[in-house]
């Protein structure tokens, strides 16, 4: 964390918040040092989970949670009291996830925790079971950041009698609407916050409609190092952090963090992976080695079925990413993009020869070799900040390659015992 992007990060985090969110509890120096340090280490997540697990409680157009069998979830309890929690934190696990990013409700806003907001605005809109906190115990057993997803403008999936309980249909400034929502993100932090990472915003956070600076007020005036995440867009008087939902060949790397289902939808339907690890795998590594990268990485996403069953495929993609991820190991986790080798803003994976990471002190590059070459010798341009190199090995199992390095150029040559890997052949340049 010694880098000159994370320094700047790290200040322009520190001012914002010691502008924007003062406290009288703590001095506000401490305070902007501790949320900086904390907002920053969204730097250090490469890779996520992203789960939708909801029940919209009416007709919605892009369908909800199902059971296996195909047959509906017919009340917001049954959904909730059916989550396996200890089932999804394997699987995160699996796959190596850093950090999820978990529903507290989408479509119609109703929550998978007992909250007493919704209780007295929007009766019914609340679980008995506090999943929630099922869903903290369990990640925190493997180590696992939790993000929780929430959506400031779902109102517009509200009934009319619904809308017109919380102030949706009153007009600009909305100001019952911003009240509500406040008191409920108050209270969702007040519950979770010690627990949590931070929040991923859904619904662009509309100007027209929310109270964008209150509602960052109030989550970080409880929280002040939460990661502030907002899909589709960087609102930065309200968010930190931006991120796509989107994601199509040739696979476009991005500086901001990316969230792609694998199956047909970001919630159990009927569906099965469309998506083959390996390549997600490598997009996983062209994400950690973007320059300018904000932090994220990448959130893969799926959701489970009720009673810890999953669509066809999904455990195995978890297993066979896990297998790929555990091998880069210190290439991906606990790295930063390259110096020598940079990859930039929106580079297509599709066709890509290779990528490069590099360790957070700079001392070691991973060059991850995507395409096999033709031969046992690989040419590169010399490196782009100008470093010498003195030796390379491969990453599993440290056999040493032939290295040769003039003004121009890097010539790494394999010994006659080792190949090109089919997905991913790593090089530790030192």
């Known amino acids: 964390m010694k880098t000159k992007q994370l320094a700047a990060l790290g200040l322009a985090l520190a001012l914002c918040l010691e502008t924007a969110i003062p406290s009288p509890s703590l001095p506000a120096p401490v305070i902007a040092r501790d949320a900086a340090a904390a907002q920053s280490s969204f730097y250090e997540m490469h890779l996520g989970l992203f789960v939708h697990y909801m029940f919209p409680g009416k ?58 907001v919704l209780q007295r605005h929007l009766p019914g809109h609340t679980s008995k079971r506090d999943v929630l906190r099922d869903v903290i115990t369990a990640m925190k057993a493997k180590k696992i950041r939790v993000v929780f997803y929430i959506h400031p403008s779902d109102g517009h999936d509200f009934s009319k009698e619904d809308q017109d309980r919380v102030g949706w249909n009153d007009g600009p400034p909305y100001k019952r609407y911003n009240d509500f929502i406040n008191d409920y993100f108050a209270e969702l932090v007040d519950l ?40 589709g867009g960087l609102n930065r008087s309200v968010n930190n952090f931006g991120a796509y939902e989107t994601l199509e060949p040739p696979y476009p790397a991005a500086n901001w963090a990316v969230n792609k289902p694998i199956t047909g939808e970001w919630w159990a339907l ?53 297998d790929l991820t555990g091998l880069a190991g210190p290439s991906l986790f606990g790295s930063r993009p390259s110096k020598a080798y940079v990859t930039l803003n929106r580079q297509p994976l599709i066709g890509l020869a290779r990528a490069a990471t590099e360790s957070i002190d700079g001392k070691k590059t991973y060059l991850h070799q995507f395409l096999a070459p033709r031969t046992r010798e690989l040419e590169l341009p010399a490196p782009a900040d100008g470093r010498k190199f003195s030796s390379a090995h491969l990453l599993v199992n440290h056999h040493k390659l032939d290295l040769r390095q003039t003004d121009h150029s890097l010539r790494l040559t394999l010994n006659r015992r080792d190949d090109w890997d089919n997905v991913d052949t790593i090089i530790v340049l030192e």
């Open 192 to 231: 979770y916050g010690k627990d949590v990472s931070g929040y991923f915003m859904d619904g662009g956070v509309p100007k027209k409609i929310v109270d964008g600076p209150r509602l960052r007020q109030t989550i970080l005036s409880r929280q002040p190092g939460a990661w502030l995440i907002q899909n």
């Open 59 to 116: 007709k919605y157009q892009w369908g909800a949670t199902l059971w296996p069998d195909g047959s509906a979830v017919q009340s917001l309890d049954e959904l909730a009291d059916n989550f396996d929690a200890a089932d999804f934190a394997d699987k995160a696990n699996l796959m190596h996830a850093q950090y999820v990013i978990f529903t507290t409700s989408h479509a119609n806003m109703n929550a998978l925790f007992p909250s007493k």
């Open 270 to 322: 009927t569906n099965s992976v469309i998506l083959c690890p390996e390549l997600a795998y490598r997009y996983t590594i062209l994400q950690a080695s973007v320059k300018d990268r904000q932090g994220g990485g990448v959130g893969w996403s799926f959701g489970p079925y009720p009673g810890g069953k999953w669509e066809l495929g999904v455990p195995s993609f978890c297993k066979r990413l896990g």
